[in-house]
């Protein structure tokens, strides 16, 4: 497992830039950290990007929980900057907007990230692994649970609550994360591949921050989009009936 291991989204950084004007759309998609400061990686790490919004986790090969981030990301000009909704490392990072060196090579299968710290320069290679190609890909967040009826249980949250449950897809990977941006308090944090198929939505987890032990099990779930919403019925990890309905937010 890594330790005193520093992921870009804690960076405090401003450096010269290697590129101008990158397209955000370039971004969209999942990436694999395979060096850190010229060193293989030797951990997983998946960053999953939609249209503005990201999450990250790192887990050991067994499934360990690591760590984890997430927040809203843009592009302006020559500058990228990541806001954190979420950060397990550093709380603190929770709702400041970072700004990031980067470089993408002319095909965007490779995203070089560079962030200086504690005096010296950290460097990250990411390699592209996954498109943004399905029609679950981007950032949706919970609802409202769905009772037998099919009708929603009270109001959605919305987006204005600072308690907040997200997920976001590629074409093959998901993550999902509660957290209170308000306070800075993480409640937890899921991910792994995913199959979509007619109307079965099928999770292959990979890590789960609450217990390292469901790291290899599957959860099938009726799914159904119906305009921007996603509602999936199924049984979640402890067995107990799920429903619930998701809202398309990036």
Known sequence: MTKN????????VILTLFSLGVNAQNLKGAWKL??????PFTDECIKIYGDGYFMFAVHAADGS?????????ETRGAEYTEVP??????????????????????KNEDLTLSTRGGGEVVTETWKKVDEASSPLSGAWRFGARVNDEGVEAG???????????MKI??????????????TKQFSGTGGGTYKLQDNQYTEIIQFF??????SGKSLTFECKLIGQDWYHKGKGTTGNPVSEAWEKVK
């Open 34 to 39: 395979v060096n850190y400061n010229e060193k």
């Open 209 to 214: 921050s609450r217990d390292n032990s469901r």
């Open 5 to 12: 291991f520093s992921l870009s989204i804690s960076g405090i």
């Open 155 to 165: 109001p959605r949250r919305g987006g204005d609550a600072p308690r907040q449950t």
């Open 169 to 182: 897809l590629s074409a093959k990977y998901f993550q999902w994360a509660a957290f209170n941006y308000e």
């Open 65 to 73: 929980f690591v760590s984890a981030g997430g927040g809203t990301y």
């Open 85 to 106: 909704d979420f950060y397990t490392r550093d709380s603190t990072q929770v709702r400041t907007r970072l700004v990031y060196t980067f470089s993408l090579s002319p």
